[in-house]
């Protein structure tokens, strides 16, 4: 079988040396800063407020925030006219009061600012925060073992040399790769701009990358199982699962590419609640996009020339 023009399997050790220099440095800002999480996972209290009139000064509602010694407390711009205040939980303070209290000394600021109205309204418990923390774990972990046994299923008849758990092992290896990434970028955003947080709709971009990737994945691998039924059984596993990513290759890109014009439109122009979704959503396709076709396979291969490198020994054992 002809293997088309790049050899991707043949450079796999580049790609694997290029993972980990994509992976690294999130790890370790995963151990050193750690994830700006919100209030989802560490509970507190979120209230969203517009002015009436011209909005003060950034500085100026952030010093007024300061002046009521909240734990953890952030300011943020949203749209023209309002703002975003988030705050831990104070013991022996109502919620609500320290909202209200907020509100007031945003309203004295200046005659042309006054009016500040209440929007919204947020306030997660500790437990509950655990508990969100806890379902969020559990959802990836469930879909990870979903896709592992539905892989090895639909591929349960693949030609030899090929292993249908293989295909599911490096695809779950593939999905991690993109998960490190994603959560490794948004440690080191995060660290640095701080309205950039970790929240419940962060985890609903994460499965949706899971999502993404994995059939982005399954494309190639289809086309592997086709080209090894197609081909006799003396041709090489790593010549068949190059011809099949080259053949797979343009498909690959444009459908990423479209998805990826779309995600970069609303990241610039979409509104503030959804930037932070719309941030992971595009991180993870381009990684996803990426992982499918330089990572998944060739550890395909990787793992076939393992296997029969220890053919031999384990002939000469029986």
Same mark, same amino acid.
Request: aromatic residues 10%; contains cysteine.
């Given at each position: 079988m002809n293997t088309s023009a790049f050899n991707i399997t043949g450079k796999r050790?580049?790609?694997?040396?290029?993972?980990?220099?994509?992976?690294?440095?999130?790890?370790?800002?995963?151990?050193?800063?750690?994830?700006?999480?919100?209030?989802?996972?560490?509970?507190?209290?979120?209230?969203?407020?517009?002015?009436?009139?011209?909005?003060?000064?950034?500085?100026?509602?952030?010093?007024?925030?300061d002046k009521l010694s909240l734990r953890g407390s952030t300011v943020q711009e949203t749209g023209d006219k309002g703002v975003i205040i988030r705050f831990a939980n104070q013991d022996g303070l109502d919620p609500h009061t320290t909202a209200n209290n907020i509100s007031a000394a945003f309203g004295k600021l200046s005659p042309l600012?006054?009016?500040?109205?209440?929007?919204?309204?947020?306030?997660?418990?500790?437990?509950?925060?655990?508990?969100?923390? +806890? /379902?969020? $774990?559990? &959802?990836?972990? *469930?879909?990870?073992?979903?896709?592992?046994?539905?892989?090895? #299923?639909?591929?349960?008849?693949?030609?030899?040399?090929?292993?249908?758990?293989?295909?599911?092992?490096?695809?779950?290896?593939?999905?991690?790769?993109?998960?490190l990434f994603v959560v490794g970028a948004y440690s080191i955003i995060g660290h640095f701009f701080p309205s950039i947080e970790v929240d419940s709709l962060f985890i609903t971009a994460l499965l949706t990358i899971l999502g993404f990737s994995v059939n982005d994945t399954i494309v190639v691998f289809d086309r592997i199982r086709e080209n090894l039924r197609r081909t006799k059984q003396n041709v090489d596993f790593e010549e068949i699962t190059n011809a099949s990513l080259n053949q797979t290759l343009a498909r690959s890109i444009n459908t990423s590419m479209t998805v990826l014009i779309v995600l970069v439109a609303l990241l610039l122009l979409g509104g503030?609640?959804? +930037? /932070?979704? $719309?941030? &992971?959503?595009? *991180?993870?396709?381009?990684?996803?996009?990426?992982?499918?076709? #330089?990572?998944?396979?060739?550890?395909?291969?990787?793992?076939?020339?393992?296997?029969?490198?220890?053919?031999?020994?384990?002939?000469?054992?029986?």
């Open positions: 050790k580049v790609w694997y040396a290029l993972s980990i220099l994509l992976i690294l440095p999130g790890i370790v800002s995963l151990f050193v800063w750690h994830l700006n999480v919100g209030i989802d996972f560490k509970g507190g209290t979120m209230q969203q407020i517009t002015f009436a009139n011209t909005r003060p000064a950034i500085d100026q509602l952030r010093s007024e925030v600012n006054t009016d500040p109205k209440l929007n919204s309204f947020q306030n997660i418990g500790g437990s509950v925060a655990q508990d969100t923390t +806890r /379902n969020a $774990i559990t &959802a990836v972990l *469930l879909t990870c073992v979903a896709i592992i046994l539905f892989i090895a #299923f639909s591929f349960r008849s693949v030609p030899k040399p090929a292993n249908s758990w293989r295909f599911a092992v490096t695809t779950i290896l593939a999905l991690a790769h993109d998960l503030e609640s959804i +930037r /932070n979704f $719309i941030l &992971a959503l595009t *991180l993870g396709v381009a990684i996803g996009t990426y992982s499918s076709i #330089f990572n998944a396979s060739p550890l395909l291969v990787t793992w076939q020339k393992w296997a029969d490198s220890r053919a031999p020994q384990q002939a000469k054992r029986r």
